[in-house]
């Protein structure tokens, strides 16, 4: 360990502050006690620096480490200060974000400036989603846009279905707490622009989107090279997404070291000749890292390709001052600016990922590419392709098993094709966005890259389309850590090749295994209900083993919500296919009876009142769900649990399960 840390000096004090930031996640810590405990440590240091002796050399670590966890910690609970929500008043506020088409809305982000109330001005610094009602007034809105505004803002909820993305969490990560919406007579724009480095950004982004745009390429072609080059993903539709994901390309879309190193390479092909002149090295690490920032500003400053243009640029600057640099080093010290801008990125999935698979291909990739020799140029190339989709792949494994509930088989076949086009796709959208005023020129480029964009995604297709193309895998929190754990013990054995690495292999293998055998063991004697808050079609889903149903009022549309709410649940509980069901069929099997409104699941009567039918006296239901809030037809039945998709009121029982405030239900037995 400690020659680690001599090789890699920035490791201990990026971990620290990482620790520091998952601590003040976990724990509520005042800043006042942070900051106390922080000059404690501070005097112990200058006093032993003062009286330095070689047997002080443990503690002086230490005490190192221990400032870093509570800066990472102060910085954190800085960071994620709740701001003030005014409930009333009039707000003004600055578009973020160019609004998004939705189906029966524009999406934007606004930031809360000040808020005007009883005659007195708050200033304030708040972002709140904001979806405007369809209309011509929206469409003008642009970035650094001004508005008045007088509906409160909600708070944002989560739906409280099992296994939900966090959706609120998320958003409070990046300082969003509430969200509104907007009809046309709610709001009014004001002459004033504001600018600033995030609305910039975006205005610029815009036009050069505006430039893909108008040169017909396609709808779909279009919004696959905004996501490809301009990091601009709102476009993509669901189908197009899940295409790129079940064939192992979906990093390709998300703008991050891949794409920033083409950049890079098409500088340093472009301008390396500047680097046989003394003075010439200096204005191309300018050059280089203006090239660099410049990029990650138009692509919306995202933590994955921050991080790259960090690692870039400091591989430049140490290269032409004639420093050797430590790739690890350069990863670490990039991971903490990050990390001192905004703590929040550690929770970042592409920022997890990003890291992982860097780290995969600097340390995996020489050691899988070493077992087979190729000798032709062609073949080194395809080789070298192959073995860093597999280096990145591993490393990255247990994250996206475990986020997405998915592994790709094809990968490696996908890469091998998919890479090289990405470096073709940016050339040409450089070239586009660069020869968009010369009329034929720019007409050409126009052409060969919506047909280059078209062909790749057909590929992609038939990959997606080839015979158990994804594999559905999910992993537990315990899970992932087993697996990371057996994975960094295998690391340590190729390095060290001592065999108590092997045993703590094995032990977190068997452990896992373990795991494994008890949860499957739990799922054979589980039966289980869920009722979805999906409103305003109600959705059950009923679970015997691995035998499921899902009984619903209306049919689910394949690009309902819900849907792949009902998808996560089958993943994460290892599930066959449901069979659905609407109810008012009629159905049965050895597990399920379905006949109108009334279901007998695995020795449980469940009524689904939508009707306000009276309910038989012999049928004594054990669960009622009711689109209704007033349930007067249910007196004489005890030990009823009542589910309701209506809105609470205030003079409701208690002991009803509103699904709009308490979230889905659901009951095992």
């Excluded at 989603?129 to 929206?138: G, M, P, T």
Aim: glycine letters at 4%; one cysteine or more; charged letters at 15%.
């Amino acid at each position: 360990m400690k020659n680690l840390v001599q090789k890699i000096p920035s490791l201990r004090i990026t971990l620290a502050f990482a620790v520091g930031i998952l601590i003040a996640n976990k724990f509520a810590v005042a800043v006042t006690s942070l900051l106390i405990a922080g000059t404690v440590i501070l005097i112990l240091i200058a006093i032993l620096n003062r009286f330095y002796s070689f047997r002080f050399e443990t503690v002086f670590g230490w005490l190192v480490t221990a400032l870093f966890v509570l800066l990472g910690s102060s910085f954190y609970t800085l960071n994620n200060q709740t701001p003030t929500f005014y409930e009333d008043g009039v707000f003004w506020g600055t578009v973020l974000e160019a609004p998004e088409e939705k189906p029966k809305s524009y999406k934007s982000l606004v930031q809360i400036d000040a808020v005007k109330d009883s005659g007195h001005i708050f200033k304030t610094n708040e972002k709140v989603l904001v979806y405007f009602e369809k209309s011509e007034a929206a469409t003008k809105l642009k970035p650094g846009s001004t508005i008045l505004f007088s509906r409160v803002p909600e708070l944002i909820r989560n739906n409280g279905n099992p296994y939900e993305f966090d959706y609120k969490k998320y958003l409070s990560r990046k300082k969003i707490h509430r969200r509104t919406y907007l009809a046309e007579s709610d709001w009014s724009a004001t002459p004033i622009q504001k600018r600033s480095v995030k609305t910039v950004a975006e205005n610029a982004r815009e036009k050069l989107l505006h430039i893909y745009r108008e040169k017909n390429l396609g709808t779909s072609e279009t919004e696959i090279l905004s996501a490809l080059t301009l990091g601009y993903k709102r476009g993509l539709d669901p189908e197009t997404k899940q295409t790129f994901s079940a064939a192992g390309a979906m990093h390709v879309l998300a703008v991050s070291g891949l794409h920033v190193g083409i950049i890079f390479g098409i500088f340093a092909f472009l301008f390396g000749f500047l680097q046989k002149q003394k003075r010439g090295k200096y204005f191309y690490v300018i050059l280089a890292v203006s090239v660099l920032w410049g990029y990650a500003f138009i692509t919306g400053l995202s933590p994955s390709v921050m991080r790259a243009a960090a690692m870039f640029s400091l591989v430049c600057i140490a290269g032409n001052i004639q420093r050797q640099t430590n790739i690890y080093n350069t990863l670490t010290v990039s991971a903490f600016l990050l990390l001192l801008l905004n703590p929040n990125n550690l929770f970042e999935v592409g920022f997890q990922l990003s890291y992982a698979a860097v780290f995969g291909i600097v340390y995996l990739q020489p050691k899988i590419a070493g077992l087979i020799e190729v000798k032709t140029k062609v073949g080194k190339f395809f080789w070298a392709l192959l073995t860093v989709s597999v280096a990145a792949q591993i490393a990255t494994f247990p994250l996206t098993a475990y986020y997405f509930n998915q592994f790709p088989l094809y990968f490696w076949l996908s890469n091998l094709v998919v890479i090289p086009a990405v470096f073709v796709l940016i050339a040409l959208g450089i070239a586009l966005l660069l020869l968009s005023s010369v009329p034929i020129l720019s007409g050409i480029v126009a052409f060969l890259t919506g047909w280059a964009v078209k062909l790749v995604y057909v590929f992609l297709e038939r990959i997606e389309n080839l015979p158990y193309a994804v594999q559905n895998i999910s992993l537990t929190k315990s899970a992932l850590f087993l697996v990371i754990s057996f994975l960094l013990f295998t690391f340590l054995f190729i390095e060290r090749k001592r065999v108590r690495h092997i045993k703590l292999m094995l032990l977190a293998l068997i452990i896992l295994a373990a795991s494994n055998l008890a949860f499957q063991y739990k799922q054979l004697h589980n039966s289980e209900l869920i009722v979805y808050n999906n409103s305003p079609n109600a959705v059950i889903q009923l679970i015997s083993s691995k035998t499921n149903y899902v009984l619903s009022e209306q049919a689910i549309d394949s690009s309902n919500y819900i849907l792949r709410q009902i998808n996560t649940v089958i993943k994460k509980q290892r599930l066959d296919q449901p069979t659905y069901l609407t109810l008012g069929d009629n159905y049965s099997d050895s597990i399920l009876f379905l006949h109108k409104n009334v279901i007998d699941f695995e020795g449980k009567i469940i009524w689904f009142d939508h009707n306000q039918q009276k309910i038989p006296a012999e049928l004594n239901p054990a669960f009622v769900v009711s689109t209704k809030s007033t349930f007067e037809n249910l007196c004489g039945f005890s030990d009823v649990t009542v589910v309701s998709t209506a809105y609470p009121k205030p003079t409701d029982s208690q002991n009803i399960h509103f699904l709009r405030s308490k979230g889905a239900f659901y009951m095992k037995w």
